[in-house]
């Protein structure tokens, strides 16, 4: 497996213990803050249920457990069962009848039990009150509770699924990317080395000629150049990433001469004075774009203007799918790109540094051209 | 002597692979695109292909499945900067015989097309060195029409510096080719070896001794 591939399980693998315990322990706090919220409101009801019945006289109780029976029967429907006796007097019966009911101990006991299948929280208070005593049973069903526990349990896994996926693939595709051009380079590296090597053991194991002597040597040292120019561009590639890149005031009609000079053969249009960038890596640019344009058409043309630099020639035109996949801005390797695209790459890399685009265009008679838009999309 | 259709886009990488082939007196015949390889398996009958996987027309997988459909039985090595695992999966499943990563050793490409060249009996298997008769297949040295007495140490030298003509080999990888990777000799028996070779078959010219390096035999 790829290096960047198994980092990426480990990064993968933290992100997703991370997030997954972050949403567990967010869940579970919700959830002990919910439930006690549930038990002081239950307290509360169960409290008011008390001092009712510790207002009953004994002289009425028959009558005012009336009262203390309708509000129990309210309370049922809201799924709490009540009960409530004064001095062994039941003044309200509504409590399940799985539920056996045990010593009732003085001063609230609230605990959480499961009767019938169900979860239910229960308190059982007993008290006097100046020579009552009073006893009263309280149990909610937590159904209500559960039920949206669960349904948030299921959100939260839902939605730590959700994102951890589509961060996981972000994650994925960005490490891809950073690591797709390295494996470009390594293979554009190992061509230029093949060279080199290849006609060193051809040196020295071949029986050669003077002549075949000179071209092997020649070879190693156009070889050498080629693997020159890729370090080149690496090193180039390294520092716009890392946006080491010094905007000044470029006077791009000395830059086109400069080019003139490198490219005789070429026009250039200069209509624009002045561009803000960073000198080195636009000469970089213009450079490979003339470079490339030199090696396909006999033709070259650069024409800067205020909308951008366009870099012309009649050469042969590129292949349809080649120009659609680099003007999406895919990565190609150098092999796949043939003549047109030696560095298209860093010229892109350059582009993107200073907020520029680059796009090609290329059809049978009219040529191919290579423009750097320099100004903003007006739509 | 085989023909065999190098298909590479990189013309120096081309070259250089064809001139190492005609050294060993094979034909290289140079192709740089898919395009240019198909005319050319066309008009000429080709013994083996060496294919570039990253070609500008075509992806040389795709080609080399199309060479399988349309010129079956042509045994290609994918030779290729792409040293992936999944890659070479691709390639070996896809049909190749073989597969070189760039940046590779002449004697190892050499010795691989003399690999899959054996397995399809396309390998040269007599040999002339002026009175000298080598035949390879049958084992038999003959010099003058006469049998020779070579011992069997000396006959695998022999054959190792036919499969490798004009090409110079080190002492130790004579070593490595003729004795096996587990003989533990030193350079001093080559050099025997070499005498005896050069006395009994009347080959002083043809063995040059390689200063401080080795020997190569030249045809």
Same mark, same amino acid.
């Given at each position: 497996?790829?290096?960047?591939?198994?980092?990426?399980?480990?990064?993968?693998?933290?992100?997703?213990?991370?997030?997954?315990?972050?949403?567990?322990?967010?869940?579970?706090?919700?959830?002990?803050?919910?439930?006690?919220?549930?038990?002081?409101?239950?307290?509360?009801?169960?409290?008011?249920?008390?001092?009712?019945?510790?207002?009953?006289?004994?002289?009425?109780?028959?009558?005012?457990?009336?009262?203390?029976?309708?509000?129990?029967?309210?309370?049922?429907?809201? /799924?709490?069962?009540?009960?409530?006796?004064?001095?062994?007097?039941?003044?309200?019966?509504?409590?399940?009848?799985?539920?056996?009911?045990?010593?009732?101990?003085?001063?609230?006991?609230?605990?959480?039990?499961?009767?019938?299948?169900? #979860?239910?929280?229960?308190?059982?208070?007993?008290?006097?009150?100046?020579?009552?005593?009073?006893?009263?049973?309280?149990?909610?069903?937590?159904?209500?509770?559960?039920?949206?526990?669960?349904?948030?349990?299921?959100?939260?896994?839902?939605?730590?699924?959700?994102?951890?996926?589509?961060?996981?693939?972000?994650?994925?595709?960005?490490?891809?990317?950073?690591?797709?051009?390295?494996?470009?380079?390594?293979?554009?590296?190992?061509?230029?080395?093949?060279?080199?090597? /290849?006609?060193?053991?051809?040196?020295?194991?071949?029986?050669?000629?003077?002549?075949?002597?000179?071209? &092997?040597?020649?070879?190693?040292?156009?070889?050498?150049?080629?693997?020159?120019?890729?370090?080149?561009?690496?090193?180039?590639?390294?520092?716009?990433?890392?946006?080491?890149?010094?905007?000044?005031?470029?006077?791009?009609?000395?830059?086109? *001469?400069?080019?003139?000079?490198?490219?005789?053969?070429?026009?250039?249009?200069?209509?624009?004075?002045?561009?803000?960038?960073?000198?080195?890596?636009?000469?970089?640019? *213009?450079?490979?774009?003339?470079?490339?344009?030199?090696?396909?058409?006999?033709?070259?043309?650069?024409?800067?203007?205020?909308?951008?630099?366009?870099?012309?020639?009649?050469?042969?035109?590129?292949?349809?799918?080649?120009?659609?996949?680099?003007?999406?801005?895919?990565?190609?390797? &150098?092999? #796949?790109?043939?003549?047109?695209?030696?560095?298209?790459?860093?010229?892109?890399?350059?582009?993107?540094?200073?907020?520029?685009?680059?796009?090609?265009?290329?059809?049978? /008679?009219?040529?191919?051209?290579?423009?750097?838009?320099?100004?903003?999309?007006?739509? | 002597?085989?023909?065999?259709?190098?298909?590479?886009?990189?013309? =120096?990488?081309?070259?250089?692979?064809? =001139?190492?082939?005609?050294?060993?007196?094979?034909?290289?015949?140079?192709?740089?695109?898919?395009?240019?390889?198909?005319?050319?398996? @066309?008009?000429?009958?080709?013994?083996?292909?060496?294919?570039?996987?990253?070609?500008?027309?075509?992806?040389?997988?795709?080609?080399?499945?199309?060479?399988?459909?349309?010129?079956?039985?042509?045994?290609?090595?994918?030779?290729?900067?792409?040293?992936?695992?999944?890659? =070479?999966?691709?390639?070996?499943?896809?049909?190749?015989?073989?597969?070189?990563?760039?940046?590779?050793?002449?004697?190892?490409?050499?010795?691989?097309?003399?690999?899959?060249?054996?397995?399809?009996?396309?390998?040269?298997?007599?040999?002339?060195?002026?009175?000298?008769?080598?035949?390879?297949?049958?084992?038999?040295?003959?010099?003058?029409?006469?049998?020779?007495?070579?011992?069997?140490?000396?006959? @695998?030298?022999?054959?190792?510096?036919?499969?490798?003509?004009?090409?110079?080999?080190?002492?130790?990888?004579?070593?490595?080719?003729?004795?096996?990777?587990?003989?533990?000799?030193?350079?001093?028996?080559?050099?025997?070896?070499?005498? =005896?070779?050069?006395?009994?078959?009347?080959?002083?010219?043809?063995?040059?001794?390689?200063?401080?390096?080795?020997?190569?035999?030249?045809?």
């Amino acid at each position: 497996m790829q290096l960047w591939k198994k980092n990426f399980l480990v990064i993968y693998g933290i992100f997703l213990v991370v997030v997954n315990a972050g949403l567990f322990l967010l869940d579970n706090y919700i959830s002990k803050n919910e439930a006690s919220q549930w038990i002081d409101q239950a307290k509360n009801s169960e409290r008011s249920i008390y001092y009712l019945a510790a207002g009953l006289k004994e002289e009425e109780i028959s009558r005012m457990s009336m009262n203390l029976n309708e509000a129990a029967e309210r309370y049922e429907e809201s /799924g709490v069962h009540i009960r409530a006796s004064v001095n062994g007097y039941v003044a309200a019966d509504h409590f399940p009848e799985e539920q056996t009911p045990e010593e009732v101990l003085e001063g609230p006991l609230i605990e959480v039990r499961r009767m019938g299948g169900e #979860r239910w929280l229960v308190i059982q208070e007993a008290g006097r009150e100046g020579e009552d005593l009073i006893v009263v049973e309280y149990a909610q069903e937590l159904e209500d509770l559960s039920r949206i526990q669960t349904t948030r349990m299921w959100i939260f896994c839902g939605a730590g699924l959700v994102f951890s996926g589509i961060m996981g693939l972000f994650l994925y595709y960005t490490m891809r990317r950073i690591n797709r051009p390295v494996n470009q380079i390594a293979h554009e590296l190992r061509t230029p080395l093949t060279g080199i090597r /290849g006609y060193a053991e051809y040196l020295m194991m071949g029986k050669l000629s003077e002549e075949d002597r000179f071209f &092997a040597a020649s070879q190693i040292v156009e070889s050498a150049k080629h693997l020159e120019d890729v370090t080149e561009k690496l090193l180039i590639m390294g520092n716009v990433r890392e946006g080491a890149i010094r905007i000044e005031r470029i006077d791009i009609r000395q830059m086109l *001469l400069k080019l003139k000079e490198k490219y005789p053969d070429i026009e250039t249009d200069c209509r624009l004075e002045f561009l803000n960038g960073d000198k080195a890596l636009v000469f970089c640019l *213009l450079d490979n774009l003339t470079a490339n344009a030199v090696r396909v058409g006999n033709k070259v043309r650069i024409a800067a203007s205020e909308e951008g630099i366009r870099v012309w020639n009649n050469g042969e035109p590129m292949d349809e799918k080649i120009l659609k996949d680099i003007n999406r801005g895919q990565e190609l390797p &150098a092999s #796949r790109m043939g003549k047109h695209g030696y560095g298209i790459q860093v010229c892109r890399e350059i582009a993107r540094a200073h907020g520029w685009k680059l796009r090609f265009r290329s059809s049978k /008679g009219e040529g191919t051209e290579a423009f750097c838009q320099i100004t903003p999309d007006i739509n | 002597m085989a023909d065999i259709l190098i298909v590479e886009d990189d013309r =120096r990488i081309n070259e250089l692979i064809r =001139r190492t082939i005609n050294m060993t007196g094979h034909m290289g015949v140079p192709a740089f695109s898919s395009r240019e390889a198909l005319s050319v398996l @066309e008009e000429k009958r080709i013994d083996l292909i060496l294919l570039d996987i990253g070609l500008p027309d075509m992806d040389g997988f795709v080609l080399m499945r199309q060479i399988a459909r349309e010129f079956n039985g042509i045994p290609v090595i994918c030779v290729t900067a792409r040293d992936e695992v999944p890659d =070479r999966v691709k390639g070996l499943k896809g049909g190749a015989e073989d597969y070189i990563v760039k940046p590779f050793a002449m004697e190892e490409l050499l010795a691989r097309v003399q690999v899959v060249l054996r397995r399809f009996h396309k390998e040269q298997s007599i040999f002339h060195i002026r009175d000298v008769e080598v035949d390879l297949a049958g084992a038999d040295v003959k010099k003058g029409g006469e049998h020779t007495n070579l011992t069997k140490q000396e006959y @695998e030298l022999l054959k190792v510096l036919l499969l490798n003509k004009n090409i110079a080999l080190s002492r130790e990888r004579l070593l490595e080719l003729a004795w096996g990777m587990d003989y533990y000799g030193d350079d001093r028996t080559v050099d025997v070896h070499i005498r =005896r070779l050069r006395q009994k078959l009347g080959l002083e010219n043809e063995i040059k001794t390689i200063f401080r390096y080795g020997y190569r035999l030249e045809i």
